[in-house]
Structure formats: structure tokens, C-alpha cells
């Protein structure tokens, strides 16, 4: 008896300590500033900009990511071939690449120096210190996530349902997108939730492949990080419209995910 | 008269795991074959080959002109060209479409409205017209069976095939499940392939049984034939409890009386009313000379000419014509005493407490 409650407070204490340590920071970033300065500062044009980037650039890169991930994923459930685990830890090595990491690597790959610099030169693409470039570092940063959660998704379909719409006479793609994808929708939903939350707060990648130069590469991020040393005020502001964000992402994952996979994905 | 379907023909051989499949059969169009084995006969891999959803190691697929495998010319054609009407075990209803969008999947080659009142007319034909709006998820297991039966069969499918039909259905929907199968079954024109765990269920779904076992088809006959003059011990222990039909309408104190179809009557202490069907084991029947003398009042006793005699072992098989089929199972010295024969006049005695009921 005794034991059991000094155990049960021990379990308290510790969930009380964890949710005022995760809480507390988001909590201050709306609190820190009244409402109305939060409010007043997201006028500024250089918070306007930053946002209006960090809206489009995330929204070119998600789409961009379900349009070549959800074959990608369906085609790495779906089939069996060679070197198939090899492969899906290829592409999820961008998950646990710290972010300086991936922006060198992005250098390297595409920097007018870099491997493909040569043939983007020819075909007068220009990546560095331009908005495309945030669209590719964005993509490469949260494409994994996507990719992770719809593969997971597809396998969780049960086969017979792909097997039944065969012998209803619908070809492979059409089983593709009239059984696979409706039925695994949830999964893919909470995919692309998870990878557009991912890109909205890319920083390091964006900031080494892309810089910060406001209204081309500067995205929410990088603006508050520009901000906090001259306007903190400012710098909240962003950072309150990001926490809202993030957190309508986050709900939208547990609300339309399948209950297992779930977070999965998030919690890499 | 519509043009008579062809029949489909195959020839499968295939390793997968620990079992050899290695069977060849023909269905001729409006037949159906039941195969009835043990789990792990390779019975439902024999559905997938056919459907064209695997691929066999070797092999040739035909129905009537049209070749859909074969592997020695390297002729392999896709599910959505073979067209198979396939009921799956789980039925494998689509769980993001209603009953009536499963039913018109198939059917994409019709206009919008055409494909909804096809699909309509399936389900009706079904009793299930009510529910045409339902996910399956809130549908019953009897219920998505036909839904499922009407979903392959929308699109005039070249051959059925079913997988373990009954068997997700709990026992009371598998009597009315399997009237309505056969029923439909009767009525079709392509041929149609059955797979069940269930010697009963093959025995009243099939016109012609075949025992698989270990990958292989060890005998093919009617049910009747199969049970009575079975080819091996296995198949005389698979082939189980006889099965004969008839009306319960009488009871005599505790027990109910059975007008048997085709003549005679049986006692059995279960409780029915109505068209019913009976099982007894073969080893619950013993053989008597003639005539039967009413010594104890319990049991059943049936008049019947042997038509085949089969030695298995130390028991030997009896193929008795009584009405209906019947089987009895005895030792080789009860089968010398009484001299069977084909032929030779016995009594089928059995207890009406061996005796089991389902109601139809």
C-alpha cells in the first residue's frame, strides 16, 4: 500500500515535470508579449514576407512530396525486389541527417560546384540563395516523413482488397488509385501533415543551401531567428503563428490518422 | 438459349513453403467443383493460380478457346483480362465504398446510371436492396457475403470462384447462407470452383467433390460416391458424417421424427421442425441382416441395398442404397458374416441419439 503511493507520486511528479517543461516555452511565446503587440508586429512587412514564403514554399514542396511519394511509397509496399531494405533506408537517412549536414550535402549535390552544378548550369537552373532552393531543401528534409507514413499505410492494406479489384477487372493503376489510395487516405493524410509541419520549421538546411534574404529565401524560421537579436517582439509574433500552425497539423494527425500508425512516423 | 459458356481446364504445378500443388482439373461451364481438404492443401492457392493474382511455377489455364496461362509459351494473362468473379474468404469488401459501389466496381465499362441499377437489381436480387447505401464495416458477416457474391457475379464473370464461403458465417446464418449459395450456384452458366476445410460443405455446395490433400487431388466424385467408396483412408475419415435430408414433423415423446427424402423415417433427439438435414457417422451405423427386428426403440433402422463394398485397412467402407445414400464403416468380420456384397439386402441400424440435426 505504502509502496504504491509513493510509487503513483513518483509517477505524478514526473508527468508534471515533463508537461511544464514541453508546456512552459509555448506557453511564454503568447504570454511573454501582450496579444495586441503580437498582433501589431505581424504587420511588419518583414514578418508578412517571411510567412507569405514559408506558405508557399512548404505548399510547393508537400505537393510536390505526395505527387512522387505516394507511387514511391506504394511501389516500395507493394513490390518485392533486391535490395528493397537497402533502399528504404537510403531514403530515410534525411530523418536523423542533422540539418547543417543535409544543407552541405545539398551543396555539394546541386551548388554550382556540386555534382549536378554542371547540368543545372547548362540548363540555366539557378538553386543557391534562390526560392527554389528552399523548395529543395524543404522537399529533402520532410519528404522521408511522408514517405515513411504512406509506405506504412499501403502495407496496411489488406491484400485481398487489391487482389479483389484485379479480378473486378481494374489494371494496376486503376487498383492504385481507386482502392490503395482511398483506403489508405488516413495514413497518407497524417503523412502529409507530419512532412509539411517538418518543413514549416526547417531552418539549418534551408539557411546553408538557400540563405536568408528576405522575400526570396527567408521563410518564418530564418526570420525569427534574424529578428530575436533586433525585435523580439517581432520574433514572437512569428513564432505564435508557427506554434498555431503547428499545432492545427499536429491535431489534423490525430484526427485523421489510423489509430497505430498514428504518430509513428513523428516519433522517427 | 444463350450460347453455351466453355469450361475451364488447368493444369497447376507449384511449390509454396512445404507444399507441392500439383493438380489438374476441368469444369465444365454451369458445373460446380467443391475441393475440400485440410488447411494447408494449397486450396486456396489453386483459386489465386486460377485468378491469375499468382503465378505458378508451371502450368496452362483454359477456358474454352482462350488460353490464360501457359507457361511452357510463356503466356501469362492478367487478372483484370481473366475476369474471375473471386469471393474471397473475408470477402474483401472495399471498406471506403458503400454496398452498392461495391457491387458496381466492376463494372466500369457501363454508363454512370446504367452501372447504379445493375448494381441495384444484384443487391435486390440478394434481399439486400435496403442496404445498398451501407459501409460493410456496419454490415453483417451473411450480409457482406452477398454483397460480395453480388459484387463478383456483376460483372458476368467467366468462371466463380469461392473461397471457404461459409465458413466466416456463424452456424445458424450457414444453413440459410448455403441454401442461397446452391440456389445460385444451380443457376449459373460459367463454370464455378469451390475451396472449403469442410467435407459437408463441398458435399452440398458441389456437383462433384474433390479431396485434396497435400497439394494434390486424391478423388473426385460425387459426395455420395466419395463417402462410400472412398480411395484411401484419409478420404474416408475427411468425408466425415453422412448427410441425408428430409422433414421434421412429427415428435414421439422426446424425439423428433424424420420423413426422410426418398422414403423412410428417422428418430434423432435433437429438436427441428421443418425441411432439415441429418448427419450420422459412418461408424455409428451398423449392418444387419434383414428383416430389421424392432428389439429396442431408440434406434433407426433403414432398409438398403449395398452397392459397394471398400476394404480400407482392418474396417471396410459400405456404400448403401437406402433412399438417399447412406455409408456405414464396419470391421472385416461383421463385412464376412454378412456377406456383402453388391447387391445384398442389409439393414442400416443407428441411435437417434448419433444422430444430428440442422435445420435448412
Not at chain 1, 109 to 134: M, R
Not at chain 1, 196 to 206: D, I, K, N, S, V
Not at chain 2, 184 to 211: N, Q, R, S, W
Amino acid at each position: 500500500m505504502i509502496r504504491r503511493s509513493w510509487f503513483s507520486a513518483l509517477l505524478a511528479a514526473a508527468l508534471s515535470l515533463a508537461l511544464a517543461f514541453l508546456a512552459l516555452p509555448v506557453v511564454a511565446i503568447f504570454t511573454d508579449t501582450s496579444p495586441g503587440t503580437l498582433i501589431a508586429r505581424l504587420s511588419d512587412p518583414v514578418a508578412t514576407d517571411a510567412l507569405q514564403l514559408s506558405v508557399e514554399t512548404t505548399a510547393i514542396a508537400v505537393a510536390v512530396i505526395v505527387l512522387v511519394g505516394t507511387p514511391a511509397a506504394y511501389a516500395l509496399s507493394a513490390r518485392a525486389f533486391r535490395g528493397r531494405a537497402t533502399l528504404i533506408t537510403v531514403l530515410e537517412l534525411p530523418l536523423v541527417l542533422p540539418p547543417a549536414v543535409a544543407g552541405l550535402g545539398l551543396l555539394a549535390a546541386l551548388g554550382p560546384e556540386g555534382v549536378l552544378g554542371g547540368v543545372l548550369g547548362d540548363l540555366h537552373i539557378q538553386l543557391v540563395l534562390q526560392t527554389a532552393g528552399v523548395v529543395v531543401a524543404l522537399t529533402f528534409v520532410s519528404a522521408p516523413f511522408y514517405l515513411r507514413q504512406a509506405q506504412a499505410s499501403f502495407e496496411g492494406i489488406d491484400r485481398s482488397l487489391v487482389q479483389a479489384s484485379r479480378t473486378l477487372g481494374a489494371g494496376e493503376a486503376a487498383t492504385f488509385l481507386r482502392v490503395a489510395v482511398p483506403v489508405a487516405l488516413p495514413g497518407l493524410l497524417a503523412g502529409l501533415a507530419l512532412s509539411w509541419g517538418r518543413a514549416l520549421g526547417e531552418f539549418g538546411a534551408t539557411l546553408m543551401f538557400a540563405g536568408s534574404f528576405r522575400g526570396i529565401t527567408q521563410t518564418a524560421p530564418l526570420a525569427i531567428y534574424d529578428q530575436f537579436a533586433t525585435d523580439l517582439p517581432a520574433a514572437l509574433a512569428l513564432a505564435a503563428v508557427l506554434v498555431i500552425i503547428s499545432g492545427a497539423l499536429l491535431l489534423t494527425v490525430k484526427l485523421v490518422a489510423p489509430r497505430e500508425a498514428g504518430l509513428a512516423g513523428a516519433v522517427r | 438459349m444463350k450460347p453455351a459458356s466453355p469450361g475451364l481446364c488447368a493444369e497447376l504445378g507449384h511449390s509454396v513453403g512445404t507444399i507441392r500443388l500439383d493438380v489438374g482439373l476441368e469444369v465444365p461451364a454451369g458445373r460446380c467443383l467443391a475441393l475440400a481438404g485440410p488447411s494447408g492443401a494449397g486450396k486456396t492457392t489453386i483459386l489465386r493460380l486460377l485468378a491469375g493474382i499468382a503465378r505458378p511455377q508451371r502450368g496452362r489455364i483454359t477456358i474454352g478457346e482462350q488460353v490464360w496461362l501457359d507457361t511452357e509459351r510463356g503466356v501469362f494473362m492478367a487478372p483484370e483480362l481473366r475476369r474471375c468473379g473471386y469471393v474471397f474468404q473475408d470477402y474483401a469488401l472495399f471498406p471506403h465504398l458503400t454496398a452498392w459501389r461495391n457491387v458496381a466496381y466492376g463494372l466500369r465499362r457501363l454508363g454512370r446510371r446504367q452501372r447504379h441499377a445493375r448494381a441495384l437489381e444484384l443487391l435486390e436480387r440478394f434481399s439486400m436492396s435496403d442496404l445498398a447505401d451501407a459501409r460493410p464495416a456496419t454490415l453483417s458477416g451473411g450480409e457482406q457475403q452477398r454483397v460480395a457474391l453480388a459484387r463478383a457475379l456483376a460483372p458476368e464473370p467467366s468462371a466463380l470462384l469461392l473461397d471457404e464461403p461459409l465458413s466466416a458465417l456463424d452456424a445458424r446464418g450457414r444453413a440459410s447462407a448455403g441454401r442461397e449459395l446452391s440456389a445460385i450456384l444451380a443457376g449459373l452458366e460459367v463454370p464455378a470452383l469451390i475451396v472449403t476445410h469442410d467435407f459437408t460443405e463441398a458435399a452440398l455446395l458441389g456437383d462433384e467433390v474433390g479431396v485434396i490433400d497435400g497439394g494434390r487431388i486424391i478423388q473426385r466424385g460425387s459426395a455420395s460416391q466419395l463417402a462410400a467408396a472412398p480411395a484411401s483412408a484419409f478420404v474416408a475419415d475427411f468425408t466425415g458424417a453422412v448427410v441425408i435430408t428430409g422433414t421434421a414433423r412429427a415428435r414421439n415423446g422426446d424425439l423428433t421424427v424424420v420423413a426422410l427424402d426418398g422414403g423412410g423415417e428417422v428418430a434423432t433427439t435433437d429438436r427441428g421442425d421443418g425441411p432439415v438435414a441429418l448427419s450420422v457417422y459412418p461408424w455409428e451405423i451398423t449392418l444387419r441382416p434383414p428383416p430389421a427386428a424392432a428389439d429396442e426403440s431408440a434406434q433407426n433402422r433403414l432398409l438398403a441395398r449395398v452397392v459397394s463394398v471398400t476394404v480400407l485397412g482392418n474396417r471396410v467402407r459400405v456404400g448403401l442404397a437406402a433412399g438417399q445414400p447412406l455409408v456405414a464403416e464396419v470391421t472385416g468380420k461383421a463385412a464376412e458374416e454378412l456377406r456383402l456384397a453388391e447387391g445384398v439386402e442389409v439393414v442400416a441400424v443407428f441411435k437417434a441419439t448419433a444422430t444430428r440435426l440442422v435445420a435448412l
